[in-house]
């Protein structure tokens, strides 16, 4: 059957009520407030999602504040709800220990971590994680891909969900416009990136190509610099809702504007996951490569092999190897 992305917002939205009834409270944590657009992406698509299922967000915390959380009492009755994305695992270690930490101090909640890529670079890490999470009989892990999903149930003993990246949420929310003139390389050079050749861009030919980092212009880094401050110091004040409702304005202004870049653009070339699928809400075709771990094809054979505007550029790619090398690995367990 063909799937629009209509279909996949659809899909998504159905299976998140089931797991976030509407008008239930909910608790979001680990709101992103950091550099990489695609994550504030993230957060304004939970966000939108809250609005439209018409619950009631009892309190918000990211990573700069979350400690307030720890001891805190909340409501039985509130749903924990972790942002999702491409940090489950040890990479980005900062953002698991969050979700460690505030999980094992309220074992007792219902809690829904949204749609993730797992990825470790450590088996042992793995396990020791699994065995920690194995605790909790209200946890449900959703991840965003077939490999994903496949190494947490043979790892992970919690409820398990495979559904899309929750930005399908915001099919369309950007508006629609016909094609630009110019097309849009987007091209990741952090820790997921890798070496590319034959795509006409080298990654140290940086005027062909952009990133994250250079979409953001000095002032929208320093403010961003700033925001994470704020928000650092309010969980020494004992956390108000102040920090995130500055924060939403201007994350809100600066999603707009990563919008138009690629409302801008004839069509795009990315390997980066949320280049992907902003280029799929926007409605423009779009050429994947691999990233270095695996996740953007990993995230196309799930579920967009049927989308037409999507296809798989050829290159020549140095991978660092990682998740998809774990599958054989299973018999160590």
């Not at 009834?21 to 695609?38: E, I, L, Q, T």
């Not at 992406?41 to 918000?60: A, G, Q």
């Not at 979409?215 to 102040?242: C, K, N, S, V, Y």
């Not at 902003?278 to 994947?288: A, E, P």
Request: with cysteine; charged share 20%.
């Amino acid at each position: 059957m063909q799937k629009s992305q209509n279909i996949l917002k659809d899909y998504l939205v159905l299976e998140l009520q089931k797991l976030i009834p509407p008008k239930s409270k909910v608790v979001f944590f680990d709101y992103a407030v950091f550099r990489n657009v695609g994550d504030l992406l993230i957060s304004h698509s939970i966000e939108c999602f809250f609005k439209f299922n018409e619950n009631v967000v009892v309190d918000r915390y990211c990573m700069q504040n979350h400690v307030s959380a720890l001891h805190r009492t909340f409501s039985p009755d509130a749903i924990f709800v972790f942002q999702g994305g491409g940090n489950f695992g040890d990479l980005f270690e900062g953002h698991q220990q969050i979700r460690m930490n505030i999980l094992l101090a309220h074992p007792e909640q219902v809690s829904i971590i949204l749609p993730q890529t797992v990825y470790y670079q450590g088996l042992d890490n793995l396990k020791s994680d699994a065995k920690k999470l194995a605790q909790l009989d209200n946890l449900t892990l959703c991840t965003r891909d077939g490999l994903s999903f496949e190494i947490a149930q043979e790892y992970f003993s919690n409820n398990l969900k495979l559904l899309p990246d929750t930005v399908h949420i915001l099919q369309d929310a950007f508006g629609i416009q016909n094609p630009g003139m110019n097309q849009l390389k987007f091209l990741r050079q952090d820790q997921g990136s890798y070496s590319v050749t034959g795509l006409g861009v080298l990654p140290d030919d940086r005027s062909k190509f952009i990133d994250w980092p250079q979409f953001l212009t000095p002032w929208e880094a320093a403010a961003i610099r700033r925001f994470q401050q704020i928000h650092a110091w309010d969980a020494r004040i004992g956390h108000t809702f102040l920090p995130h409702a500055a924060w939403r304005i201007f994350r809100e202004k600066l999603l707009r504007r990563a919008a138009a870049l690629f409302l801008n653009s004839s069509d795009v070339v990315t390997n980066r996951l949320h280049g992907l699928i902003f280029s799929i809400i926007t409605r423009r075709d779009v050429s994947i490569i691999e990233s270095g771990y695996g996740k953007v094809s990993a995230y196309y054979d799930t579920f967009l092999k049927d989308v037409g505007s999507v296809s798989i550029k050829n290159a020549d790619v140095h991978s660092t190897g990682g998740m998809a090398d774990m599958m054989p690995r299973r018999a160590e367990r």
